[in-house]
């Protein structure tokens, strides 16, 4: 983990993907989801639902960290696009990314892929 005040910064990129169950809009995550970081990350979620985007997959393949905060961001991304009818699906293999989601129980609540294609072609 780099040192505090946001050293290593959060790199997002989003892409449109079609897949069996239409448009999935995703967005690529890398570098450290954290205190400093996450804000930028809601904001992204945010606008993306704001413009219609109620379907998201989430890629963490680039994350080197994630925190508490990190993962509130994740969850209030989820309850966004729920109110749409919408899906947030995450794309990570990492074993130490995983293991946060499995200690918090959030295995249950995300649908976790390890390719953006499996999370792509998956049907709701």
């Known amino acids: ?8 910064d959060l790199s997002l990129s989003t892409r449109t993907v079609s897949g069996p169950g239409g448009d999935r809009t995703v967005v690529e995550v890398g570098g450290e989801i954290d205190v400093y970081t996450a804000p930028k990350l809601r904001e992204q979620l945010v606008e993306l ?7 998201l997959v989430v890629d963490m393949e680039g994350v080197d960290f994630l925190d508490s ?24 293999n990492q074993e130490r990314i ?18 953006v294609e499996a999370a792509v072609s998956a049907t709701d």
């Open 1 to 8: 983990m780099q040192g505090a005040g946001g050293s290593v």
């Open 49 to 55: 639902v704001n413009d219609g985007s109620y379907h």
């Open 69 to 92: 905060t990190g993962l509130g961001v994740l969850v209030g991304g989820l309850k966004r696009v729920r109110a749409h009818e919408g899906s947030l699906r995450l794309v990570c």
């Open 98 to 115: 995983l293991k946060i989601f499995r200690i918090t129980g959030l295995t249950k609540v995300f649908p976790i892929h390890d390719s």
